[in-house]
Structures are given as structure tokens and as C-alpha cells.
């Protein structure tokens, strides 16, 4: 018993389940050597030469309290499965007695001549009598694993027994299994998770949970000792690495005192060793994985957990993610509760390394040594499941729809004057951000800037979505740090003022709040400019794919809100995509679209843009320069657009001087290793098509200054990329466009934040021939927990 004062209590909780409980005095002696299992497996009953009339599973108690088998099951798998192989299930209900056993029935046979005893359930699965597959599942649902890998990997399964030549199985599978032979284990129920170590061949011997046979009425078996901690403490489990070494095994008793408990989504809690070991870099808390059952633990009980060891990636391991050291299939013995809980461990300016990662040369970090005072991920590692607590600390990224907020822990790492922290290289993602989320269903909202007051505790947690999580069982109040909308400076007379701004998917399926919100930001925060590059408006029937392609619906609500907030009546240009074929939301035909002020400004058509036609710079005169079509589409066919937005070139006149425009949206960061991911330094995948769309918009540009070195262009939109990215270098290459973003403070280059940091995705580029530009980052949306876009726009003017 851990904690002064605590209540005494002993029970065997099925994590999760409501069930029969059995408070027993609590005594020190020695605890078997696992909890519940199958124990016995027969699929010869009926068949020629046997005795028993149905196949029959039998499961065993271990442990020294029952086991409530309310939304368990077990599950049949033919040792060879194929594609299209299923799972067949057997319902459970009721309880397996402290060290007993309990019946299940299953088909009958032609033959036979001896019932089964009472079985405890019934089910209609005819097993094979040689091979096959059975599963005792947390869960009633069929599995969908059919090798032994995905199986190992299902944290719904608590037991797998694998006989004859049966291909999923643990470790090696059960032999000695035939028509008149079943597979059983010792009558300890010994599980070393080595189905041919742990079962032997023998004469059938099923036995109910009245512990009679056939033919036998003998007295249920008098309940096992005590359980007391096993082998294994849960820092022998975590190790000194990202992976346990534990990975797949089956661990009994773990000690911990829960510490936190998820009832919602991915359900389970966390326990934590207040006994810990001398070692740094060995976590003592893990998470305890309850699936789809409600957990019944609560945090300040002291528990004997038992289950099976697992890496659990979020996002998948393809996604790169990091694992989470759980353990699934859980059975939990309480010893005591209202015990105080292990010291949580205070993250301050300094607790973090400075440096985020350590480095593979792009190959997994996984299995390297854990070197918490080196590397900040490192650290967060090391104590995974444990209790970490942060005091007065700001808000680097604002609230989201899922009530998670950024935070930093190093206030003077990289600010922005308005609150962020701001990432400048590749080598410096700032180690002193964290994501908090709050277990106790807390709402805040935060903007960058903010202030989290007093303090936030909670388990150490990771997330693909983020990274490194303080699950907050206590969480502290916003104080507001005052931020406000952006206001741009509006353009004189002589000036042409030319914006972008990603609109985020804005379609008519949208609110008109949207609509209007957005109308606000181009008319009091951008100061109305006389064209604006859009990105992402969508078709005129949004997300649903019918192969609606046109966007005149979409771009008209749009200008209508404008109106109607005090702006100018704009005009329109754009050219509607292949249905299909231009990437972002499904269905949704994103596109880039040129809005402009007709009484300042003067659009030249030239015929015969269309979404598969190239625009080119065509010399006009001797010394002039034109589009062939206005609009066009820079060199759409071409393999770097493929299924990516094709850039929005336009011709535009202003008090008599040419100008050209070219509104981009780059293709996204999707699928690139996640920063705190698994291999450092993270592969970028998807910057070589951005590369590659960066190198056709500049031989572009390269084409019309060739044509004209003194034509004024703007390329302007959403790259997706950094100032300090490849892309962004080539398209600048040979001096042919100047980024704008470099122009400003070091700490003033971003329009977006995303995981905490903020960064720049959206960019204006001017040739040559524009000088004395005077830009602006307009910051509307990126730092504000109420936002109308995840982008900030942005606005250059120039005479």
C-alpha cells in the first residue's frame, strides 16, 4: 500500500468494463505468473476417433480476483488465411473466478458421444481440428489483422494462440493438436507469449468456471494469493530508448499510481513508478491503453497493471511519427486509492536542451541512446508518461478547434515582437515550444501573446499532430497579452497596391459569416488594394465532387460581402481548372483568381487561356513585352503541376504602365517527416515538386525580362516553403526576383503558425524593375484562436 491515509482495497478491474469486484485483504505474497488467458484449445469435438461432441475454448484466471469478460470476445482465424479471410466471434459475458477457468462451447460435430460440461458461453465456430488461429479480444468486433505482425500490433487483443501450422500465432505455434488431442497450457497458465513453449498436446480437459469437468461437480478453486508487484518496473519497460525491448511481450503486475485518465477518443490513463531508478534517461510512466472501454481507474490509484508491451505510431509508422511506449489489453489490480501522486517534474527556461534532435543523417533516431541533457526531444522522451508541470508561460500558437494551445518555455528563444517564436533555418525549430491539452475538458482561448498563468501539470504525451503534449490534468488561466488585428497602410494616388491571400477553401456551402469576415479583412486590414491574388477559392458547389468546375458563384458572394463592408466593386479573372486535377479538398477544384479595382486599374484579355494552354512573354515592338493569352496558365501540362494548382498569370495596366501579375499556390508540406519525428533530420518529400514548380514560374519570369529586363512583374501566393527553402532559392535564382519577406526584421518573417512556430509560407517577389517597394504582413488570422483563414495576407505598394 502506497500513500498515508489511503483506503485499502484490492480489485481486478478488466480496464474500462463494469463488472463484479472482490474487495480481499490485502497480503504479501507471491503473484502468478500471469492474468487471464486462453488456456485450453480444442477443434477436434465430433470429428472421427473423438469423444467430445463440439470444439471448445477454455479460458484461465491467474490472477486473485475474477475477470469480467462483459465486452470480450473470442475469435477464430483458419491457420492459412487469405485475403479475404474473417474473423469469426463468440460474444463473452459474466466472469472467470480468481484462478479458474471458464467454458466456451462451440460447433458441433457429427461424431462424439460426451457433452461438454456447462459452458459458461456458446458460440457456432467450427474450428479446425489441426490449425488455426484463436484470440481472446477486448472488443466484440471482428479483427481485421491477418498476419502475425498486424496482430501483434492491435492493442484490442490480449491473447493469440496460434496451433498446427497456423501462420498468425505468438512466436512459434502450439503442436500437438488432432482429433482426439486439444492444446493446453500448464495449470499455472503460464504465458511466456511462445504459443509451442507455453502449450502441450494432450487428451481434452474442458472445465467450466465451477471448475467441473465432465462428469464433475467439483467446488470452484479456492482463489490465488495476492498479487504483488512483478519483475518488471516500468522503466525496465521504457528502457534507455525510443522502443521498448519489451515490444510484444505480455509483462504482469506493473506498479504505478495513476496519474491521469483519457475518457474520451483514444480512452486509457497513464501510471507512474514513484520509485525510480537512478538512470536519466529512463521514463517511470506509461500509458495504459484502454481502446473503446471507459476507463474505471482514477488518478490516485495505486495499481498492479498487466498487459502486453506496444509501440503504438501515431499516424501510422509510414507517417514518420515517433512511438508511444503503452500497454494494451489491459487488467488492472487496484491496490489502494487517494494516493499522492509522484512529484511532477517543473520544465523552466532551462530544462530543455537547446538543441531540439539528435541527428541519423535522415535515418531513425529510434534506437539510439536517450541523451536528456542534450537534446530537447530526448528529454521529453525520457520522461513519457510522466508528470511534467510548467509555470507562467506564453502562448506561441493560438488555441485551436481542438482546445490545444502552444506554448514556450524559453521566452527569450527567437520572440516576434508580437509573441511567437519564430523559426529562421532548418536547424532551429525552437525546443522550447509544447503543445498543452487539457484532460479535465477545460476550454481556454488563447492568442499569441497570451500568457498561461500558474501552473499546468500533466503526463508527458506524443502526438503525430504536434509532437511532445502536456496532457493537462490541471491547467491555468489565459491572461491576455492584448494582440490585435493588423492594419494596413493604404496606398497613395500614385501608388498600385497588389495583395495575396489564401482564403482557406471558401466556397457558397460556407456561412456568410465567412464571406463577411473575410470582406472585412481586404477592406479595413488590407486597405482595399487595387488587385488581390486569392488562393483557394473553390467551386461553386464546394466540396462535393459532381463535376462542377466553375467558381463565378464563389467569387461573386465574395465581392458582394466586399461591397457591402465599404469596398470597392471589384472585377475578376481566373480560369477554372480540370475537373479534379488541381489538388486540395476533394471535390472542392481549388484555384487562384485575380480580384481588381476597375476604377484604378485596367485588365488586358487577350484570348485563349484555358486550363491546359501555356501562357508566354511574346515581345511586343522592339523593346516590348506581352502575354500571348492574359489569362494563362504557366506551362500547365508539365509533370511539376500535376495535381497541384497551375499558376494565374494576368496582364494588368496602371496609369499607362504594364504590369504583370502571377498568383501561385505552390503544392503543400504534406508528407514530409514530421520535425519531431523518428528520422532526423526529416525528408522533405514533397519539396521536390515544389522545387520543381518554383523552377517553371522563374524560367517563366526569366523569359519576359529577357523579352523586356524593364517589365514590372509581381509573383505573389501561397509557396508553401520558407524564405531559406530550395524552392524559394530557385525561384529567385539569377536575380530575376527579389522575396520581400527578407526585407523585413529577422523576427517579422512569417505569415503562418503551425505547431507553435511561426513561419513564413506566403510570399511577394518583384522583379527588377519595381523599386522602393513598401510591403506589409497584414497579421489577421495566424495568431488569433478566432481566425477566418490559417494564413495571414500580405500587401506590397509601389509607384
Given amino acids: 500500500m502506497r500513500g498515508r491515509g489511503a483506503k485499502t482495497l484490492l480489485v481486478a478491474l478488466p480496464i474500462g468494463l463494469t463488472g463484479s469486484f472482490v474487495a480481499l485483504p490485502f497480503t504479501a505474497q507471491a503473484a502468478p505468473s500471469a492474468d487471464t488467458a486462453i488456456s485450453e484449445v480444442y477443434g477436434g469435438g465430433g470429428n472421427s476417433g473423438a469423444s467430445y461432441t463440439n470444439d471448445f475454448i477454455e479460458l484461465g484466471n491467474a490472477a486473485g480476483a475474477p475477470f469480467d469478460l462483459s465486452g470480450w470476445s473470442v475469435q477464430y482465424l483458419p491457420g492459412s488465411p487469405t485475403a479475404s479471410s474473417k474473423w469469426q466471434v463468440t460474444p463473452l459475458g459474466g466472469t472467470i473466478p480468481a484462478g479458474g477457468t471458464y467454458l466456451v462451447q462451440e460447433a458441433k460435430g457429427s461424431g462424439g458421444d460426451t457433452a461438454l460440461p456447462t459452458p459458461d458461453a456458446t458460440g457456432a465456430i467450427p474450428m479446425s481440428a489441426a490449425s488455426g488461429t484463436v484470440a481472446l479480444v477486448h472488443s466484440t468486433a471482428p479483427l481485421t489483422c491477418l498476419t502475425a505482425a498486424d496482430c501483434v500490433a492491435d492493442g484490442t487483443i490480449k491473447d493469440l494462440v496460434g496451433f498446427g501450422t497456423a501462420v498468425v500465432r505468438e512466436a512459434s505455434p502450439a503442436t500437438g493438436a488432432g482429433n482426439t488431442a486439444s492444446v493446453s497450457r500448464d495449470a499455472d497458465f503460464t504465458d511466456t507469449d511462445d504459443n509451442s513453449a507455453d502449450f502441450a498436446g494432450s487428451a481434452p480437459s474442458p472445465r467450466n468456471s465451477s471448475g467441473g469437468g465432465a462428469g464433475d461437480s467439483s467446488p470452484t478453486p479456492t482463489p490465488s494469493p495476492t498479487p504483488t508487484p512483478g519483475s518488471l518496473r516500468i522503466h525496465d519497460i521504457q528502457g534507455t530508448s525510443r522502443t521498448s525491448r519489451q515490444n510484444g511481450k505480455t509483462v504482469t503486475n506493473v506498479p504505478g499510481v495513476v496519474t491521469g485518465v483519457r475518457s474520451t477518443g483514444s480512452k486509457g490513463y497513464w501510471i507512474q513508478d514513484p520509485e525510480a531508478d537512478a538512470n536519466p534517461a529512463t521514463s ?87 541523451r536528456p541533457d542534450t537534446y530537447a526531444l530526448d528529454w521529453l522522451e525520457a520522461h513519457e508518461g510522466m508528470m511534467a508541470q510548467v509555470g507562467n508561460s506564453r502562448v506561441v500558437g493560438a488555441t485551436d478547434a481542438y482546445n490545444e494551445t502552444w506554448i514556450t518555455t524559453k521566452p527569450d528563444q527567437n520572440p516576434t515582437p508580437r509573441g511567437g517564436t519564430i523559426v529562421t533555418d532548418y536547424d532551429n525549430p525552437n525546443s522550447g515550444r509544447l503543445l498543452v491539452t487539457s484532460l479535465t ?87 482595399a488594394p487595387d488587385i488581390v491574388s486569392l488562393e483557394e477559392i473553390q467551386d461553386n458547389t464546394g466540396p462535393k ?173 501561397n509557396l508553401n516553403d520558407y524564405q531559406f527553402s530550395k524552392p524559394l532559392a530557385a525561384l529567385t535564382s539569377g536575380g530575376v526576383l527579389t522575396d520581400l519577406i527578407n526585407t523585413l526584421p529577422v523576427n517579422e518573417r512569417y505569415s503562418y503558425v503551425y505547431d507553435g512556430n511561426s513561419q513564413t509560407l506566403d510570399h511577394i517577389l518583384v522583379s527588377p524593375a519595381i523599386t522602393k517597394p513598401e510591403y506589409e504582413v497584414v497579421h489577421i ?8 483563414s490559417d494564413h495571414d495576407p500580405q500587401v506590397v505598394r509601389f509607384k
Fill in 545 to 717: 465532387d459532381d463535376g462542377t468546375v466553375a467558381a463565378d458563384k464563389t467569387v461573386t458572394q465574395f465581392i458582394d460581402a466586399i461591397k457591402a463592408a465599404g469596398g470597392p466593386s471589384y472585377d475578376w479573372r481566373a480560369i477554372d481548372p480540370v475537373n479534379d486535377s488541381d489538388g486540395g479538398e476533394p471535390g472542392g477544384n481549388i484555384r487562384n483568381v485575380f480580384l481588381f479595382n476597375p476604377e484604378r486599374v485596367s485588365f488586358v484579355d487577350r484570348p485563349g487561356g484555358d486550363p491546359t494552354t501555356a501562357v508566354e512573354a511574346v515581345r511586343d515592338g522592339k523593346k516590348g513585352v506581352r502575354l500571348s493569352v492574359s489569362p494563362g496558365r504557366i506551362d500547365p501540362t508539365s509533370h511539376a503541376w500535376t495535381s497541384s494548382r497551375k499558376p494565374l498569370v494576368g496582364e494588368f495596366a496602371f496609369r499607362g504602365k504594364q504590369v504583370f501579375v502571377v498568383g501561385n499556390h505552390f503544392n503543400s508540406k504534406g508528407g514530409d517527416q514530421p520535425v519531431h519525428g523518428a528520422f532526423q533530420p526529416p525528408t522533405l518529400g514533397s519539396e521536390t515538386q515544389r522545387t520543381a514548380q518554383a523552377e517553371e514560374v522563374n524560367t517563366f519570369v526569366s523569359d519576359l525580362l529577357a523579352k523586356d529586363p524593364k517589365a514590372e512583374a509581381v509573383v505573389l501566393g
Fill in 781 to 788: 488570422n495566424a495568431e488569433f484562436s478566432d481566425q477566418t
Fill in 441 to 527: 475538458g477545460d476550454q481556454i482561448k488563447a492568442n499569441v501573446g497570451d500568457t498561461l498563468t500558474g501552473t499546468t501539470a500533466g503526463p508527458v504525451d506524443y502526438s503525430n499532430y504536434g509532437g511532445c503534449t502536456i496532457q493537462a490534468t490541471m491547467l491555468g488561466k489565459v491572461q491576455p497579452g492584448g494582440l490585435t488585428p493588423d492594419v494596413a497602410t493604404k496606398g497613395k494616388a500614385n501608388e498600385l497596391s497588389v495583395a495575396t491571400y489564401n482564403v482557406e477553401n471558401l466556397d457558397p456551402t460556407d456561412p456568410q459569416s465567412k464571406f463577411d469576415r473575410l470582406a472585412e479583412g481586404v477592406v479595413k486590414n488590407l486597405a
Fill in 284 to 370: 517511470e510512466g506509461i500509458f495504459v491503453y484502454a481502446g473503446s472501454a471507459t476507463p474505471l481507474v482514477k488518478v490516485g490509484d495505486s495499481v498492479l497493471v498487466s498487459g502486453k508491451v506496444s509501440e503504438y505510431y501515431p499516424g501510422g509508422k509510414s507517417s514518420g511519427s515517433q512511438s508511444v511506449t503503452e500497454l494494451t489489453g489491459p487488467t488492472a489490480v487496484a491496490l489502494s486509492s487517494g494516493t499522492t501522486l509522484p512529484q511532477a517534474q517543473v520544465i523552466d527556461s532551462a530544462t530543455l536542451p537547446d538543441t531540439y534532435a539528435p541527428q541519423a543523417q535522415g535515418g531513425s533516431i529510434e534506437s539510439l541512446d536517450l
